[in-house]
């Protein structure tokens, strides 16, 4: 059993309106000192292998595949166990 | 500079109907080996502040009152910098 931690973030060229609508919220809440938020997806996947280079090449197929949009997207991820 | 990495999950005990959808697509193209999926939010603030432990108990309050739903989400963060 291998549990893979997938980080999926819009890449820095490109704009976020969503982080942009969190730090006008954050600030409105007196927060100022927040400068940028960027809003990104973090997924726990569970899978059923030992093979850690497999499930890396594996977890790699489904970000390319579904998981991440590389167009405006960039991705990382790490294996545990 | 201080950067905030915050995670926020959905709790154990709660349904993730986006990671049930996640994981039958998954499974759709061909990755039989995902046993689970569970998608979270990662987000990156960039404070304007050097103070770390005023900016630890900042980001909480941030987390608390923004970021995660604490009913059905949990959170954690890490600062660097």
């Not at 997924?43 to 489904?62: C, F, G, H, I």
Request: proline share 1%; glycine share 6%; net charge negative.
């Amino acid at each position: 059993m291998i549990k893979a931690n997938v980080y999926v973030t819009i890449k820095q060229s490109v704009l976020d309106p969503q982080g942009v609508a969190v730090q006008g919220a954050l600030h409105s809440m007196g927060f100022r000192e927040v400068e940028s938020v960027r809003i990104g997806k973090y997924m726990e996947l569970t899978l059923d292998t030992n093979d850690r280079s497999e499930a890396e090449a594996r977890v790699k197929a489904m970000c390319e595949k579904l998981l991440a949009n590389t167009v405006v997207e960039d991705y990382r991820f790490e294996l545990e166990g």
